[in-house]
Nanobody, 122 residues
Framework: VQLQASGGGLVQAGGSLRLSCAASGRTFSIYAMSWFRQAPGKAREFVSFISRSSGSTSYTDSVKGRFTISRDNAKNTMYLQMNSLKPEDTAVYYC????????????????WGQGTLVTVSS
């Protein structure tokens, strides 16, 4: 599986962005998916998770109520709708595919996208 993240950009605080993660191949639906982010000088951190059938989602506390994760298995694509953006959301956002394991553990993921930069100005 190859993952391609897109949709990042520069936005003012309070604004919105929608990230997309397009997957190649026919096996997208067998993977749970997540978004991670990495701010300059910081470790990569978990942002949000969605199960294979979209029946389960999870968010890190700092984005709850502002971000919404979704996926369209027919289009082999995952999304992250980000609203009420804050300067502290500035980071490179990565999508990742998980066949099995713990969704909050980076090492358990099988595939990673290349990242898309989100910059939120104050």
């Amino acid at each position: 599986v190859q993952l391609q993240a897109s949709g990042g950009g520069l936005v003012q605080a309070g604004g919105s962005l929608r990230l997309s993660c397009a997957a190649s191949g026919r096996t997208f639906s067998i993977y749970a998916m997540s978004w991670f982010r990495q701010a300059p000088g910081k470790a990569r951190e978990f942002v949000s998770f969605i199960s294979r059938s979209s029946g389960s989602t999870s968010y890190t506390d700092s984005v709850k109520g502002r971000f919404t994760i979704s996926r369209d298995n027919a289009k082999n694509t995952m999304y992250l709708q980000m609203n009420s953006l804050k300067p502290e959301d500035t980071a490179v956002y990565y999508c990742a595919a998980l066949r099995s394991g713990n969704y909050y553990l980076l090492d358990d993921y099988d595939y990673w996208g290349q990242g898309t930069l989100v910059t939120v100005s104050s």
